[in-house]
C-alpha cells in the first residue's frame, strides 16, 4: 500500500469496524436498500458516505490555509493526529514558527505511539526524525509539493527524510484522495433539492477550491512528481486518476457547504432571540465588520469541519458534526452522531422518516457533542473554548452537559430546518434554547445570503 498511487474504492466491513466513532457495519447497505425498496418502514435509506482516511486527509488540507504565515522556507501544512483505532484525536497547522506535525506530537507526545498522521504535504527532515522518534506507525501526505519543497537544497533534504523512514518502521504513504460519485450523488439527496442557483454556486465553489488546493497552484510541480516526490510510476494515466479524485474531493467539499444553506465566505451574526450584553467573559466574537480578521476567518474553518464531520454519521436521518475549540485556536475535540463505537446493523433499530415509534433509533445514538467530550484530547475543557455544531443546534440532553463542562460560546449552522428559532418549541429542543435567551449560552449562526428577489 506504501508504494501503490491507487486504493480500494470503499471501506471493507473489517475497516468499517477497527473502532472509528460511532461506525457500524457498512456490508449491509444493500440489505438496507432493498428494504426501502420494498416499503419496509422500519429502517430508513442507507447513504454512501465519505470514507474515514478521506475524510481526514480533507481536513488536514482544510488546516493548511488556516494561517497565512508558516515557517520561513517551509510551505504551508496541515496535520491530523489518529489513534490506532481510527478516532480522530486532534488536528492543527503550521504557524507560531512551529510546524503541524511538531505541534500535535509536543502536545500529545503521549498518544502518539501507533497513531497516523495525515499530512497535506511530504514532512521535511524536521519532522520526519519526530515523527520517527514518537514511533508513529504510518505517515500519508498528499502528491503536492513537500514542506520543504522552497529550499535550496531540497534534494538534500528529501534524501534525509527518506533515509530517516527507511531507518524506522513507519510506512510513508502518498495518498490520492477517493471520493466517489455515489457519495457526491447522495450528499445531494441527504438534503433539500438544490435550486439552479446553489447548483450553479456548488460549481463556482468546486473551481474555486480546485485552484485554491490543487496542482494550477503550481503546474511546474507535476513535472518534478517523479524525481521530488519521489513518484517513479507516476504518469500521464496515474495523473488523470489523481486529478478527477481530487476534484471530486472538492466538488464534495462546496455540496457540503453550499447545501448546508452558506457556502465557503460568509458571516455569523447573534441568534435572533439573543441581543448584545457585556460579555465581558467571552473571547470570541466572529460578528466582525472587518473580513481579514482571523477570528472570522477561524470561525469559517471550524463550521466547515463540524459539516465534514456531520456527513460521516451512520444516523439515517440527521447528520450532527461538532468541534470544541480553545480561546487560543486549538482544536480540542471533534465528534458526529451515530450509533455506538463498532455496533453492527442488526443490533439497534433504525427508523426511517415514516416511523415515528419512540423507541425506534433516538435512544441509541450517542450525539455529536457528547461523542466530542468523550472523545477530547485533553483532560479539562479551558474556559473560554467555543463549540461549533453544524446540522443541529444542541438539544436537552446536551445543552446540560455543555454548560457543565463550562463552555459558554456556541456557534451553529442558520439551515432553516434546524435553525435555533425553528426547534425552539420541539420536544428536546426547548433547553438550548431557554439558556440562549437568559444569556447562560452566548449563541451566533451562520448568517444566510439574502435572497434575490425580482
Known amino acids: 500500500m506504501a508504494s501503490s498511487p491507487k486504493r480500494q474504492r470503499t471501506e471493507s466491513p473489517e475497516d468499517e469496524n477497527k473502532g472509528g466513532q460511532t461506525d457500524t457495519e457498512s456490508s449491509s447497505n444493500l440489505s438496507l436498500d432493498e428494504d426501502n425498496q420494498s416499503g419496509n418502514p422500519g429502517y430508513a ?19 493548511e490555509d488556516f494561517v497565512d504565515d508558516p ?8 496535520a491530523v493526529l489518529v489513534l490506532p483505532n481510527d478516532v480522530i484525536f486532534a ?21 502518539a505511539k501507533g497513531c497516523k498522521m495525515f499530512m497535506s504535504r511530504k514532512p521535511c527532515p524536521i519532522c520526519a526524525k519526530l515523527l520517527v522518534q514518537s514511533k508513529v506507525q504510518r505517515v500519508l501526505f498528499l502528491p503536492f509539493e513537500p514542506e520543504y519543497y522552497p529550499s535550496n537544497d531540497n534534494d538534500s533534504m528529501m ?38 442557483i446553489k447548483t450553479g454556486k456548488i460549481n463556482k465553489e468546486t473551481k474555486s477550491l480546485v485552484r485554491m488546493y490543487g496542482f494550477q497552484k503550481n503546474p511546474e510541480w507535476k513535472e518534478s512528481i517523479v524525481e521530488k516526490l519521489p513518484w517513479p510510476s507516476f504518469d500521464s494515466d496515474i495523473d488523470g486518476h489523481v486529478q478527477k479524485r481530487f476534484r471530486y474531493a472538492m466538488e464534495w467539499i462546496a455540496r457540503v457547504q453550499v447545501l448546508s444553506g452558506s457556502g465557503l465566505n460568509y458571516n455569523f451574526e447573534l441568534a435572533k432571540q439573543q441581543e448584545y450584553a457585556d460579555y465581558n467573559d467571552i473571547v470570541f466574537d466572529p460578528v466582525l465588520n472587518d473580513s481579514n480578521d482571523p477570528k472570522l476567518k477561524h470561525a469559517r474553518k471550524f463550521i466547515a469541519i463540524a459539516r ?46 415514516s416511523d415515528q415509534t419512540p423507541d425506534k433509533k433516538g435512544p441509541y445514538i450517542i450525539h455529536a457533542e457528547q461523542n466530542a467530550f468523550l472523545m477530547r484530547n485533553q483532560k479539562n475543557i479551558e474556559e473560554g473554548s467555543i463549540l461549533f455544531v453544524a446540522g443541529r443546534p444542541p438539544c ?56 434575490v428577489t425580482k
Not at 45 to 63: G, H, T
Not at 172 to 196: G, H, I, N
Not at 425 to 444: G, I, P
Open 71 to 78: 515557517p520561513e522556507g517551509y510551505n504551508k501544512v496541515g
Open 396 to 451: 436537552d440532553e446536551c445543552a446540560p452537559l455543555i454548560e457543565m463542562q463550562g463552555i459558554k460560546t456556541v456557534v451553529v449552522d442558520a439551515d432553516a430546518a434546524h435553525d435555533v428559532n425553528a426547534l425552539r418549541e420541539k420536544e428536546n429542543y426547548k433547553l438550548f434554547h431557554e439558556k440562549v435567551k437568559d444569556n447562560t449560552f452566548v449563541c451566533y449562526r451562520t448568517k444566510l445570503p439574502v435572497p
Open 91 to 111: 488536528a492543527d497547522c503550521s504557524r507560531d514558527r512551529v510546524h503541524a506535525v511538531a505541534r500535535l506530537l509536543m502536545k500529545h507526545y503521549d498518544k
Open 308 to 353: 465534514f464531520l456531520s456527513e460521516r454519521t451512520d444516523d439515517p436521518k440527521a447528520g450532527v458534526g461538532a468541534v470544541i475549540v480553545s480561546p487560543k485556536s486549538e482544536i480540542l475535540a471533534f465528534g458526529w452522531n451515530g450509533f455506538p463505537l463498532k455496533a453492527l446493523y442488526g443490533e439497534f433499530p433504525r427508523g426511517s422518516s
Open 159 to 196: 534524501k534525509q527524510v527518506d533515509s530517516l523512514f527507511t531507518a524506522s518502521a513507519i510506512a510513508q504513504t502518498r495518498f490520492v484522495l477517493q471520493v466517489d460519485e455515489t457519495v457526491l450523488k447522495d450528499a445531494q439527496l441527504k438534503t433539500p433539492s438544490p435550486s439552479k
Open 45 to 63: 435509506k442507507s447513504y454512501s458516505r465519505v470514507s474515514k482516511e478521506d475524510l481526514y486527509m480533507i481536513i488536514a488540507l482544510w488546516m
